[in-house]
């Protein structure tokens, strides 16, 4: 990582842009939405991607992302579905790409790709593993052994931990 500032970071956008993408990252799309243009430029209306994690670095704000026609054709075939909302908990790499044409200038765009992960998602739904997630984090006092194997959002880990806190009713 760099700590040289990109000069298009003077313009402050709603949206994440090439100026915020120092290197390819992976994150999680939380959900998408079709939304009119935040930046009041035009009336158009844009397929806007949130995501689960809510920091693209330490301290600074992750923007949503527009997804231009051919990022929501690549969200499209990674959710198997042409619905947005079917685009849920998708797991992608985001990168630059120099040289994209945009009308008529040339400039850097955000390109999505699938991020494969050899780490299941862990989510309440899987009873199994979320009850080994529970007896590992009581074991430890902290997901780091659970989050070698598998993916959490930080609100599925705060669930988990609130959960271990709970103490069985049959007890005495």
């Not at 799309?29 to 209306?45: A, G, I, Q």
């Not at 527009?66 to 690549?74: D, H, P, R, T, V």
Request: glycine content about 4%; overall charge neutral.
């Amino acid at each position: 990582m760099t700590d040289k500032i990109h000069y298009r970071k003077a313009f402050d956008s709603p949206y994440l842009s090439s100026a915020d993408i120092v290197e390819p990252i992976v994150l999680t799309v939380d959900h998408v939405s079709l939304e009119p243009d935040k930046t009041k430029k035009t009336k158009d209306v844009f397929n806007t991607a949130y995501f689960v994690e809510k920091e693209i670095r330490p301290g600074e704000k992750l923007k949503p992302m527009i997804l231009n026609a051919g990022n929501s054709k690549i969200m499209r075939m990674l959710a198997d579905s042409s619905y947005i909302n079917d685009w849920n908990n998708i797991q992608v790499m985001i990168y630059v790409e120099h040289g994209v044409k945009f009308g008529r200038e040339t400039t850097d765009g955000l390109r999505i790709r699938a991020h494969e992960s050899k780490k299941k998602y862990l989510t309440p739904e899987n009873e199994k593993l979320w009850e080994g997630a529970k007896a590992a984090f009581r074991r430890d006092g902290n997901l780091k052994s659970v989050l070698e194997r598998v993916s959490m959002t930080d609100e599925h880990q705060m669930l988990l931990m609130e959960q271990c806190k709970e103490v069985p009713s049959d007890l005495p």
